[in-house]
């Protein structure tokens, strides 16, 4: 079932019915740009999806804001299951993620972060591209379209397309595949896609370190490789849990990006401001490698 249109909004919904794609919000601190990220998934009429917010703010009040709420009652009269829960307990952005993955029962999760706008039609080619390919996750990197004329050749130049079916690969600091993280940096992927030519509508997978912020997984790989469960070897205060878990199921069933990624990042400030423990380095061991999944453009 796609979202209904608004001459059939005021329909009850069909009870019991089970979406695709679970969409899986974290906030905290954010109204503005929460409101922003739900506009965007309000306007992707063509997949079948239910949204799971799960809100960290003080006063666990993040849905009530005029904005948010008025996006959310869109999304309720398109149809969409809307779940929203209140987690106050600060134990890390793992443990938050893990909280949203508990809440889940769609085939496939999109962790969406609350400061990502989705170009109309972004989830149904995830959701094409993790069917075509059969592949563990499937991310549509976000850019910073601020960067729009900041062009960068020498982070591009480690663009390479997927070519025949995609593998499980193994990630690590120090290997060849960890120098692509800088594909996501500024525009860059705006810059790739203006040189392929995608036809509207569809999508090309390419290699990938790891994707932030937008990543379609099949949910019945992510849990079988523990998810984000591994939060509790690490401090409250990390960043990189999300590196952590693609690498595990990379290793597993392989994991891609697309281009073009119809993701476009806020640019807001980042509410994750202590980062001297990346996840990576605790579940897997640190290397001689110097750059951090966490670090900034």
Request: aromatic content about 8%; overall charge negative.
């Amino acid at each position: 079932m796609t979202a209904r249109w608004s001459g059939a909004w005021s329909a009850p919904r069909v009870p019991g019915h089970a979406p695709d794609v679970d969409v899986l919000i974290p906030t905290v601190g954010r109204t503005a740009e929460l409101a922003t990220t739900l506009a965007g998934l309000a306007a992707q009429t063509e997949v079948d999806m239910g949204i799971v917010v799960s809100d960290q703010s003080a006063d666990g009040d993040a849905t009530t804001w005029p904005a948010v709420a008025a996006m959310l009652r869109v999304l309720e009269a398109q149809g969409r299951p809307v779940t929203l829960l209140t987690h106050p307990e600060r134990r890390g952005l793992a443990e938050h993620r893990q909280y949203l993955l508990d809440h889940a029962t769609a085939p496939t999760v999109l962790f969406l972060d609350d400061d990502v706008w989705l170009e109309p039609g972004s989830i149904a080619r995830m959701l094409d591209a993790l069917r075509s390919l059969g592949c563990g996750f499937v991310g549509s990197a976000v850019q910073g379209l601020s960067y729009l004329a900041d062009r960068r050749p020498r982070e591009t130049a480690v663009f390479e397309p997927w070519d025949g079916p995609v593998v499980p690969e193994v990630v690590r600091r120090g290997t060849p595949a960890f120098d692509r993280w800088s594909l996501h940096n500024a525009a860059n992927l705006a810059h790739v896609a203006e040189g392929l030519d995608v036809e509207p509508g569809t999508w090309l997978p390419y290699r990938v370190a790891w994707v932030g912020a937008c990543v379609l997984y099949d949910r019945a790989v992510l849990e079988a490789v523990g998810g984000f469960r591994f939060w509790s070897d690490l401090p409250p205060e990390h960043a990189g849990e999300d590196v952590v878990a693609q690498w595990r199921v990379m290793e597993r069933s392989g994991g891609v990006g697309i281009v073009p990624s119809g993701a476009v990042h806020l640019e807001a400030p980042t509410t994750v401001t202590d980062r001297r423990v990346d996840a990576p380095d605790v579940v897997f061991g640190r290397p001689t490698a110097t750059v951090a999944p966490g670090q900034s453009r």
